[in-house]
């Protein structure tokens, strides 16, 4: 079965840094895209970055354009999202999630990791 397990969220002060990992397993890793969210307290959940299969093309919300980056270890079946200069508003709980297509879209994914808390407050 496809499962994605998304981690390192935590507490930072607004202009750090954090690195998230989504690991996946029960596919082809390396074909399928993977895309990273987030949702806010209070907000529609929103797509942050997303990275497509085989030849790793990236899209970036324009909130997070020069400040976040995504890459993927194919011998670890691993994403990235790493994150600096964090601001407050990018507080919320981050999901990675996989469609089993090869290409980004901005349509409905089906398949969702757990999710990790990111804080950005002094």
């Known amino acids: 079965d496809v499962q994605l397990q998304a981690s390192g969220g935590g507490l930072v002060e607004p202009g750090g840094s954090l690195k998230l990992s989504c690991v996946a397993s029960?596919?082809?890793?390396?074909?399928?895209?993977i895309k990273w969210f987030r949702q806010a307290p209070g907000k529609e959940r929103e797509g942050v970055s997303c990275?497509?299969?085989?030849?790793?093309?990236?899209f970036y919300e324009n909130s997070v354009k020069g400040r976040f980056t995504i890459y993927r270890d194919n011998a670890k079946s691993t994403v990235y999202l790493q994150m600096d200069n964090l601001k407050p508003e990018d507080t919320a709980v981050y999901y990675c999630?996989?469609?089993?297509?090869?290409?980004?879209?901005?349509?409905?994914?089906?398949?969702w990791g757990q999710g990790t808390l990111v804080t950005v407050s002094s």
């Open positions: 029960g596919f082809n890793f390396d074909d399928y895209a």
């Open positions: 999630a996989t469609d089993l297509w090869r290409q980004c879209h901005r349509l409905d994914y089906a398949y």
């Open positions: 990275i497509s299969g085989r030849d790793g093309g990236a």
